[in-house]
T-cell receptor, first 113, second 113 residues
Framework: DVKVTQSSRYLVKRTGEKVFLECVQDMDHENMFWYRQDPGLGLRLIYFSYDVKMKEKGDIPEGYSVSREKKERFSLILESASTNQTSMYLC????????????FGPGTRLTVT | DAKTTQPPSMDCAEGRAANLPCNHSTISGNEYVYWYRQIHSQGPQYIIHGLKNNETNEMASLIITEDRKSSTLILPHATLRDTAVYYCIVRPHLTTGANNLFFGTGTRLTVIP
């Protein structure tokens, strides 16, 4: 079974703090993704990566950055957290070729106060 | 613009087959049909995908009409743990674009004891 883990299930941060969300997958997948999920807006893609040290912007990259130093790990960074970044953050991975068959982690519910 | 149409909610008795419909009348020749589900407070879970032939795996069966304008996801023996929101998504199997998985509003399936 593919396993995608995220560092925290719940996180509370203050406005202006730097926030790191970590994601690890154990299936040697090339591709990894970060989404956020908000009521009424569905899943929106923030960034994705198709190889180590490679990254591509998704639909809503503003205010976020990512890092992929190792194949199994993909980090999402909020440089200066703001209240409108309060959301559920979901990490996913998939085999090569940006397949629609993606495997998701349990999510991190981030609250910025 | 929505590519798929699903009923907002359905009920199913425990132990019976759950048949979840999806209309995708504008599907193009290179687009696959994917199904995901999301149990409350968890990340989405990939279920199955197909192009034009019917598909079956350990979780479900996918029946795609001959004209490919609609499909049905079948959970053969629904259990209480199948209560979730089910999403039908159409997209090319492989894509280089940032427009990745568009989840829409899905069908909320409630399995009743």
């Amino acid at each position: 079974d593919v396993k995608v883990t995220q560092s925290s299930r719940y996180l509370v941060k203050r406005t202006g703090e730097k926030v790191f969300l970590e994601c690890v997958q154990d299936m040697d997948h090339e591709n990894m993704f970060w989404y956020r999920q908000d009521p009424g807006l569905g899943l929106r893609l923030i960034y994705f990566s198709y190889d180590v040290k490679m990254k591509e912007k998704g639909d809503i990259p503003e205010g976020y950055s990512v890092s992929r130093e190792k194949k199994e790990r993909f980090s999402l960074i909020l440089e200066s957290a703001s209240t409108n970044q309060t959301s559920m953050y979901l990490c996913a991975s998939s085999p090569g070729g940006l397949s629609g068959e993606q495997y998701f982690g349990p999510g991190t519910r981030l609250t910025v106060t | 613009d929505a590519k798929t149409t699903q009923p907002p909610s359905m009920d199913c008795a425990e132990g019976r087959a759950a048949n979840l419909p999806c209309n995708h009348s504008t599907i193009s020749g290179n687009e696959y049909v994917y199904w995901y589900r999301q149990i409350h407070s968890q990340g989405p879970q990939y279920i199955i995908h197909g192009l034009k032939n019917n598909e079956t795996n350990e979780m479900a069966s996918l029946i795609i009409t001959e004209d490919r304008k609609s499909s049905t996801l079948i959970l053969p023996h629904a259990t209480l743990r199948d209560t979730a929101v089910y999403y039908c998504i159409v997209r090319p199997h492989l894509t280089t674009g940032a427009n990745n998985l568009f989840f829409g509003t899905g069908t909320r399936l409630t399995v009743i004891p």
